[in-house]
């Protein structure tokens, strides 16, 4: 597919004026990440895989904390509401991936959920700034390609934001060599300011762990 060029995408650039702050997640943000993937994955027919909250909680948290003591090594990241702190949006990247063509190292992003109570424009614009963050890490690690993909069936808003932004989109996977890119991403970014306003606190993530030792009903009956 031909890739489209088109610098207005920066009209999507997280402002002051978005009602959501874009901040790293934290060990208290895991059961709010969870109940956005299991409203998405509720929404597909997923006859192969049976949802298991725990585990992607379990997962969720060890990214999160991979995050913390090394911004290098994942990129998890939450769109929080300015006035009631709830969590609109999420994405998670990991890095060390590869094609198996190809000995390059790539990003694959892993998940980008949004409130799908949302309006419209709102997760239009908290998609594109996923595809910016993206690129802004990827830039911090100095690696030149991310990989990007959906098993929604409806993905065609998803892909053309892709499209706009440099993505060469095949099916349901979309590339990106960074020096593609129609966001003006900037300089390399230093790594340590993607978590550099971290609300972490240590012994948060000490009770989420012990949370996750319930079963899901009671770890959703405890937030």
Excluded at 26 to 37: K, V
Excluded at 204 to 222: I, K, L, M, P
Aim: one cysteine or more; aromatic letters at 10%.
């Amino acid at each position: 597919m031909q890739r489209i060029k088109n610098p207005t995408l920066e009209c999507y650039a997280h402002t002051a004026a978005d009602p959501w702050r874009w901040r790293p997640a934290a060990g208290p943000d895991t059961a709010a990440i969870e109940q956005l993937a299991h409203d998405y994955f509720d929404r597909e027919p997923q006859p192969i895989y049976q949802w298991d909250s725990l585990e992607f909680s379990r997962n969720v948290l060890i990214s999160t904390v991979n995050q913390f003591y090394n911004p290098r090594r994942e990129l998890i990241s939450v769109a929080a509401h300015v006035d009631t702190g709830q969590i609109l949006a999420y994405t998670w990247a990991m890095r060390d991936q590869r094609a198996p063509w190809s000995t390059e190292e790539m990003i694959a992003v892993r998940m980008a959920h949004v409130d799908l109570n949302l309006p419209t424009r709102a997760r239009v614009h908290l998609v594109a700034q996923m595809l910016r963050m993206w690129e802004t890490w990827a830039a911090a690690c100095d690696i030149a390609i991310i990989c990007s993909s959906t098993i929604r069936q409806d993905s065609g808003v998803f892909m053309r934001l892709h499209e706009r932004a440099g993505y060469y989109c095949l099916g349901s996977v979309a590339y990106l060599r960074r020096n593609t890119a129609t966001f003006a991403v900037g300089s390399v970014a230093n790594p340590d300011h993607i978590v550099a306003h971290s609300t972490y606190n240590p012994a948060d993530y000490a009770g989420a762990g012990r949370e996750h030792s319930v079963s899901s009903q009671q770890f959703r009956a405890a937030e």
